[in-house]
T-cell receptor, first 115, second 115 residues
Framework: AQSVAQPEDQVNVAEGNPLTVKCTYS??????LFWYVQYPNRGLQFLLKYITGDNLVKGSYGFEAEFNKSQTSFHLKKPSALVSDSALYFC?????????????FGAGTRLFVKA | DSGVTQTPKHLITATGQRVTLRCSPRSGDLSVYWYQQSLDQGLQFLIQ???????AKGNILERFSAQQFPDLHSELNLSSLELGDSALYFC??????????????FGPGTRLTVT
């Protein structure tokens, strides 16, 4: 079965500094990878996805992610963090199950951006 | 605003009771997904419907059931409620049947508290 791991429960970064939120995956076949963000008392919002093609994927709010097949990673990055980026970030992978597919979410990484 | 609506926002009920959560997908989306989010279990996929038919099943208890109606809205029924069922329940929708690369759009969630 496919899985994703987010090794950091929390990431702290100062405003204006670059940020990285890590994700590693385990899949058989070609991975479909996603990043979502959850703000307090809100549902998850889609940020970006990797399906195929360019390893650097650009998404919403200035975020980007780099797909690295050899390291089985899909880290989320942003060149300059904002206080408003503080939220819970989820990495996800599509998994094949009996009858169809489902999306498996990582445990989430809480990002704190300090002014 | 994702375009996915969920009602009610909050629900407080007693153990042993039965509740129904409602979801309306984004206009044009045929797939509806249900998730449970709790502190100890993270974000767990429950079930998916596509155009009225069950498509994929995750970690859904037998006490829980769902359906998608001809107008594409969906309901999640939770019965014989236990304290451990207290959680945030999210509905998400996507264009395709799940066997594809489309991202999901999440509703704001229903917070269920079982006392």
């Amino acid at each position: 079965a496919q899985s994703v791991a987010q090794p950091e429960d929390q990431v702290n970064v100062a405003e204006g500094n670059p940020l990285t939120v890590k994700c590693t995956y385990s899949v058989s076949g070609n991975p479909y990878l996603f990043w979502y963000v959850q703000y307090p008392n809100r549902g998850l919002q889609f940020l970006l996805k990797y399906i195929t093609g360019d390893n650097l994927v650009k998404g919403s709010y200035g975020f980007e992610a780099e797909f690295n097949k050899s390291q089985t990673s899909f880290h989320l990055k942003k060149p300059s963090a904002l206080v408003s980026d503080s939220a819970l970030y989820f990495c996800a992978v599509r998994d094949m199950i009996t009858g169809g597919f489902k999306t498996i979410f990582g445990a989430g990484t809480r990002l704190f951006v300090k002014a | 605003d994702s375009g996915v609506t969920q009602t009610p926002k909050h629900l407080i009920t007693a153990t042993g009771q039965r509740v129904t959560l409602r979801c309306s997908p984004r206009s044009g989306d045929l797939s509806v997904y249900w998730y449970q989010q709790s502190l100890d279990q993270g974000l767990q996929f429950l079930i998916q419907y596509y155009n009225g038919e069950e498509r994929a099943k995750g970690n859904i208890l037998e006490r829980f059931s769902a359906q998608q109606f001809p107008d594409l809205h969906s309901e999640l029924n939770l019965s014989s409620l236990e304290l451990g069922d207290s959680a945030l329940y999210f509905c998400a929708s996507s264009v395709g049947p799940g066997t594809d690369s489309y991202e999901q759009y999440f509703g704001p969630g229903t917070r269920l508290t079982v006392t």
